[in-house]
């Protein structure tokens, strides 16, 4: 077991709104969000936390100070495969990007498209004004919603007057997503699309004279189908998904390629030209393939077309069957691994790519690789920082960064040194804000795989105190917010006492199978045994124990914390350990009951992993997963606060549990999804959950009289007499 420190030190904020930009910000009272650029955006030391008398103005962190972040991309900073929130102008100086704040007030969120100035770091409003935009991904035959906010990436015209984006109004237009354009001056921001389905891809045309966008073609006709065919009654078959409820999904429909003037006029059909137009500014988007000006394509592809085999960086000309400019394979071991990003430099000789790597890929290195020259690719920055959405601009890539005890900031990298600088820190409040101690500690599993986790102590923490401990799960990547899912408020539990373990899970155990070149090889070796269950398990209880044995956590006081994988490794370990006291989680439960559930779909992907089909009854299989078969051994205290697309796969569980006497809480969401989106929700749950660990493990109460009914219910569930087993 390592450990490392993270400094808690603060990154100067470097820009301030100059008195020359405010013509560009537009008179809006504060409930529209005036506040989306900070007026405490100045200029301060880097170290001033460490000055004498500087901790006094420190203040303990809140729920609320995380719910409201300003935030850019996706709020998760282990996301690396979205496209970049960076749309960099023709002319390379300066960048456009949505910036978007949750106001649980309202329960909405303030968004706003503000545009940087590469070199002065001049920033200026453009448009405010639209709603929360869902990413939206096919699967089971229809497009799903998980919660992810959508990643907008703004689009330059051609000579940098104007900027197009992507933007929802709940209000207008059916509240489909539609192409917007505004003037980089901030001028004329307008709806130019009237789409009866979400716009999901735009570009400009070469001459900037027209939009190409895509969208799917309308459900209408098949909503309509659908109500026809339910006056005799709807077939229950893979279109009905139980947790949706009883009503057939509408099939994913076909993507459409359109065009229309920029003015907002003469719509039609893409012709054949503007159709690869669309798709090759979409293929641009794909951070992992960059092409040169030539056609000449650098890639970090997997190795033999095995999706579970590592990446390696390629290059290939344009014509494959072309011998002028054969493919040239990187050998060195940097070549090959988990990339984030491959761009070509100015010269078109060289390129640059960014790579995980590290004790379990916890590092961020850039490398450029002299193409021509067949050299060995030269290290160019190496950061504990988690850097996401890198983009050229000009001879520096644009990207953001961030890590445990620093939200996320706009910063420009020098390529020809590894210098970074601040451009923009979206929330230069948490300069008042006073955090604890972040302690990186690593350790190897049962199986050797490496895992880390972040131990986060309280401010003024004293050595040899030994605290509650709370697991948060399954990644531990950038600022620590609320684990995955972003539902546990790290900082503020360390606030209140607790000390936090967020863990960085270790790679699946297919990395021990290269055999496996299939989703259903793939699969079947995870669940074999419940392998991926016990790696996990073991690497939860190695990091525990070291936390322990640094005299920090207090082994009767743990607790423990999970969204999707990660609740399925919280309820493996209360299962199959006691090492936790009491959990909390937000998803539940795969089971005997599951593929009930879950659908057709879903029951078929299960078998396909080796689950038994609902006839088998194969309750052994299930024992060391179900809680519902080991409810009269089940002890610990359990919170589960889900969405309202998922509780019925928890009900199984939760009628169970209370029957047989088992403290169990359970809170259905309203028009929720996997990941929570909705700002209320997220301060509830942030606030309930900080409240529940304090009842368990520090027996505490709040005193907020709102809150009575809450303490008077777990009270009852603490003082209850427990069934014998």
Known sequence: MVRVSFPHVRSPVLVAVLMAGAAFLPSIARAQCEDMLSPFMVNQPANAAKQPGARKILRPITTDDLVR?????????????????????????????????????SNSYCRALVVLDLESGALRIVDRGGDYMFDAFPMYGRVLRNGFTAVVTPRWSPDGSSIAYLRRDGDRDGGKVQVWTVRA??????????????????????????????????????????????????????????????????PAQSLETLSIAADGTDSRRANEEEVKQLEARVAADNALRAVRSDGRRASAAHIDNNTYAPRRITIEAADTSSTDQPGVECSDASCRGAFTGIWWQ?????????????????????????????????????TGDTLLGCVPAGVKLLCTRENAVTPRRVALIDTTNGQISDLFDPNPEFASIGLGKVERLRWRNNLGLEAWGDLVLPPGYRKGKRLPMVVVQYHSQGFLRGGTGDEYPIHAMAAAGFAVLSLERPAPVTSLHPEVRTMDNALKVLSKDWAERRSIQSSIETGVKAAVELGVADHRRLGITGLSDGASSARFALINSDLFKVAAISTCCVDERALTYNGLAVERTFEAMGYPAPDQEDLTFWKPYSFALNARTLSQPLLMQLADDEYLGALNTFAVLKSAGRPVEMFVFPDEHHNKWQPAHRGAVYARNLDWFAFWLQDREGPDPAKRAQYERWEALRDRPRPRP
């Open 69 to 105: 972040l300003r935030d850019l991309g996706p709020a998760d900073g282990s996301v690396t495969d979205k496209p970049s929130p960076f749309g960099v102008s023709p002319s390379g100086k300066e960048a456009a990007f949505v910036l978007s704040r949750a106001d649980p007030d």
């Open 185 to 250: 001056n901030g001028e004329g921001a307008r709806s130019v699309t009237q789409s009866n389905a979400d716009v999901e891809a735009v570009a400009w045309s070469d001459d900037g004279e027209r939009l190409i966008y895509s969208a799917r073609s309308s459900t209408e006709e098949a909503e309509r189908a659908l109500m026809r065919e339910g006056r005799s009654g709807w077939l229950y078959d893979e279109k009905i998904v139980p947790t949706s409820g009883p009503t057939p999904i509408v």
């Open 346 to 382: 100015l010269d078109g000789k060289s390129v640059l790519f960014l790579r995980r790597e590290g004790w379990n890929k916890e590092t961020a290195a850039l490398y450029r690789w002299s193409v021509e020259a067949g050299a060995v690719p030269v290290p160019v920055l190496k």
